[in-house]
């Protein structure tokens, strides 16, 4: 082994103890945000999901006789708040009281809607419960977003109906929305809840944002505490507020370096180090796998060839590497959001909203 070689080996070794250590590259991550709806009627399901991390945002029922407490308490938490409006639906169902039906004036609507806000402390936005023939009824719906003009609300569209006329309502008022694409527990069980934020997982690295939807009962909460710490490195938890602040796809934006002109003996075939990387970090969110000791080679070059410049260092921090790490979990312990993954992958498509969202799709989640 020739002196270069044993120097290389020697400074590749320091690089991955210093990488594994102290280097962190920081690349946009695909955006998922969680909303739990129907908070204020289960006071110990409500509880345990105000035990998931705070990213994980909550939508209040106005009338629910816990709804002030958990609202507090989700505020002292740094969590976001939405109100959960009841909207009448096209079936016939229990409604809560205070439920905006189309036929009401926009004065009604608007009463509603203040008085809503008042009972839901530190809500910063607003979703609809149930809804399919609220929120199909574009007048209806105008009444709504003049309502929550004045108020800074943003709107998530749970879309209960294919024909939601919420985006459409909103246009010349102030009022964000946003839309719903997955229902994480349509089917009350863990094993749904497991494929359909696996499903959400899919649409994120596909769309770069996805929200999803559940519900307080006992599956689901016991689902996303196993499955919500497990989620994908590429993966950003966030409420659905911050995706208006932080949209874009990731990795929408590639950063176009200018390549290297380096001296190099005629003795030597290798080509200026920066070239091949950048060839072969195109289109990559992240290092990882058998990719990571190509790149860290790499750089171990560029070190030892004094390349690590300016414009070297704006290349390295626009690629986010995946460190290996010992991984501690015993196999039979793991119930890994990643498991069918790939299958999710394979089915998501680029539909805003799920299949479900073509019918009416209403549900009363709660006693």
């Known amino acids: 082994m020739t002196y270069r070689q044993k120097t290389k ?19 946009a991550a695909a955006q998922l945000a969680i909303v739990i709806d129907d908070f204020g009627y289960r006071k110990q399901d409500d509880n345990r999901i105000l035990e998931l991390p705070p990213q994980v945002s909550i939508a209040i029922l106005p009338n629910s006789p816990f709804g002030k407490e958990m609202a507090e308490k989700a505020h002292r938490q740094g969590r976001e708040i939405l109100i959960h409006m009841p909207m ?8 809560e009281r205070d439920t905006l039906r189309p036929s009401m004036s926009a004065a009604e609507i608007d009463t509603l809607i203040k008085a809503a806000i008042a009972r839901v402390p530190y809500a910063t936005g607003m979703n609809n419960h149930m809804g399919s023939a609220m929120t199909s009824d574009l007048t209806a719906m105008q009444h709504v977003m003049a309502s929550l003009s004045g108020s800074g609300f943003y709107f998530l569209d749970s879309v209960t109906i294919g024909g939601t006329k919420a985006t459409q309502a909103a246009q010349g008022t102030p009022v964000r929305v946003l839309r719903r694409q997955v229902f994480l527990d349509n ?44 989620l994908p490195p590429d993966i950003q938890l966030v409420s659905p507020g911050y995706m208006l602040t932080h949209a874009g796809k990731p990795s929408a934006v590639k950063p176009q370096p200018e390549k290297l002109v380096v001296p190099v003996k005629p003795a030597e075939k290798e080509k200026p180090w920066l070239t091949p990387m950048t060839e072969q970090c195109e289109g990559k969110a992240e290092i990882g796998g ?17 390349q690590l410049n300016g414009n070297v260092a704006e290349v390295l921090s626009s690629i986010r590497m995946a460190l290996p790490q010992a991984d501690t979990t015993p196999p039979a312990a793991k119930e890994s959001v990643s498991t069918d993954l790939k299958a999710a992958e394979h089915h998501a498509d680029n539909r805003a909203a799920d299949p479900q969202s073509q019918h009416d799709t209403d549900r009363r989640h709660h006693p």
Do not use: C, W
Request: a positive charge; aromatic letters at 6%.
């Open 187 to 230: 089917v009350q069980t863990e094993e749904e809840t497991r494929k359909q934020l696996n499903r959400a997982v899919a649409l994120a690295r596909k769309q770069g944002s996805v929200i999803a939807i559940g519900h307080p009962h006992p599956s689901t909460v016991r689902a996303l505490h196993k499955l919500i710490p497990q």
């Open 9 to 27: 080996n020697i400074l590749l070794t320091s690089l991955l103890f210093i990488t594994s250590s102290l280097i962190t590259f920081s690349a």
């Open 290 to 306: 058998e990719f990571y000791p190509r790149y860290i080679n790499l750089l171990a070059e560029a070190v030892m060839r004094d």
């Open 88 to 95: 009448a639906p096209i079936s016939k169902q229990p409604l």
